[in-house]
């Protein structure tokens, strides 16, 4: 099955290398890679490969702001016009390893689904979406004491209660709009990706809700698709939809994987896992990296 792969990455070339290969052994990948603009450097540390496809319109991309929805698009923009049939295009991050045989077999025996970690997050999506937020507050700020932070918890809690604190005026009627809180790795089948893309085109106001929003990326796939004829295709089990990748999470953000995950790793239905850091725990990238090759 023809796929492709999306990948964005902002550090540690050596350790993207690794993932890459492990994604070219399969001679039907093909990788589209997007650098962070403040690492542009790494572009050139990058394997040197025909299936793999350096974006020369690479973006600075924060935390926060809407520069990864942006790039993503950027991305899948890419992939479509390079004319090939993917059956499925799947999203993943540069500090990503494939952990687990089988993904092939897998999307192939599972076709038209969508894999991505989500669910109904209505009212909180809102707040991050349609809140005029000062770039100050478009920021990771891992200390909870923080004043910035906690002030933009206070903001979003008013927002959610009613109180049109800095409202953002869109075009787009999003009063029929049903928002959904999603993490971006994935993995689409291929009329997924068309419907998407076709869309946006057919409705540009529709980006309005989405620019210059708090984390947009988080409430953009499964919105789109859950408010479609597709929405069948994310399956929400209890309430949740999942993705295809095993990540750890603490205050609303991944944490690194050590050793110490193998076992759970091992344990779980995942075929990819997030988020490695090779100058921190080389032996937890080592193990998947000479299990899967």
């Not at 001679?27 to 793999?52: A, G, L, S, T």
């Not at 295009?89 to 077999?105: A, E, H, M, R």
């Not at 205050?251 to 990819?272: A, P, Q, V, Y």
Request: charged share 30%; glycine share 4%; net charge neutral.
């Amino acid at each position: 099955m023809k796929k492709a792969f999306i990948i964005l990455a902002h550090q540690l070339p050596q350790q993207l290398n690794i993932f890459i290969n492990q994604l070219l052994a399969d001679p039907e990948n093909d990788i589209f890679v997007h650098v962070n603009k403040k690492n542009e450097q790494m572009k050139n540390e990058i394997i040197k490969n025909e299936r793999v496809f350096v974006s020369q319109q690479n973006i600075e991309v924060t935390w926060g702001s809407d520069s990864i929805l942006k790039a993503l698009l950027i991305m899948l923009r890419q992939v479509k016009e390079t004319g090939q049939s993917y059956k499925y295009i799947l999203i993943c991050s540069g500090q990503d390893l494939l952990v687990k045989d089988g993904l092939d077999k897998f999307l192939g025996d599972n076709y038209g689904k969508f894999f991505i970690y989500g669910y109904e997050d209505d009212k909180k999506r809102r707040a991050f979406l349609l809140h005029k937020w000062p770039d100050r507050y478009r920021q990771l700020i891992d200390n909870k004491l923080n004043p910035i932070k906690i002030i933009r918890r206070l903001r979003l809690e008013l927002f959610k209660l009613g109180f049109p604190l800095e409202e953002k005026k869109v075009n787009y009627d999003v009063s029929s709009v049903t928002f959904y809180e999603n993490l971006f790795w994935c993995a689409m089948p291929d009329f997924i990706f068309d419907y998407i893309l076709d869309f946006l085109d057919k409705n540009p106001g529709f980006w309005e809700i989405y620019d210059n929003a708090l984390v947009p990326e988080e409430a953009f796939f499964s919105t789109i698709v859950m408010n479609s004829k597709h929405k069948d295709c994310i399956d929400y089990t209890n309430g949740k939809s999942q993705s295809l990748t095993y990540d750890k999470r603490k205050g609303g953000h991944s944490t690194l994987i050590t050793s110490n995950d193998i076992e759970d790793i091992e344990k779980s239905d995942k075929f990819f896992a997030r988020k490695f850091d090779i100058t921190k725990d080389k032996e937890a990238v080592d193990y998947f990296a000479h299990k899967i090759i």
